[in-house]
């Protein structure tokens, strides 16, 4: 049974931090993709980050680009969010989803329940 499960999320200042995790289970951890999404009120679910199993290459929302550092222990079946200086515009549900891709085509595509960050003073 394949299960992702959040956690790390709360309530924080503008400029301050938060490092979210994700454990992972029941799949083939290390082919995957792991990446982070987040939905805000009334906006559509939006990519923050992901990284590939082999060779660690990442990619970033240009938003979060400087701020957020996406990272994965392939022997713990861990992915990690570090959101560093963050803004209230930061604030969002966040999810971890896990993708297995060969070539251009998704063959499995799992979420987690999300884990709520709220950026305010």
């Known amino acids: 049974q394949v299960q992702l499960v959040e956690s790390g999320g709360g309530l924080v200042q503008p400029g301050g931090s938060l490092r979210l995790s994700c454990a992972a289970s029941g799949f083939t951890f290390s082919i995957y993709v792991m990446s982070w999404y987040r939905q805000a009120p009334g906006k559509e679910r939006e990519l923050v980050a992901g990284?590939?199993?082999?060779?660690?290459?990442?990619n970033y929302a240009d938003s979060v680009k400087g701020r957020f550092t996406i990272s994965r222990d392939n022997a713990k079946n861990m992915v990690y969010l570090q959101m560093n200086s963050l803004k209230p515009e930061d604030t969002a549900l966040y999810y971890c989803?896990?993708?297995?891709?060969?070539?251009?085509?998704?063959?499995?595509?799992?979420w987690g329940q999300g884990t709520q960050v709220t950026v305010s003073s």
């Open positions: 989803n896990a993708a297995r891709w060969v070539g251009p085509a998704k063959l499995n595509d799992y």
């Open positions: 990284r590939r199993g082999f060779g660690g290459a990442t």
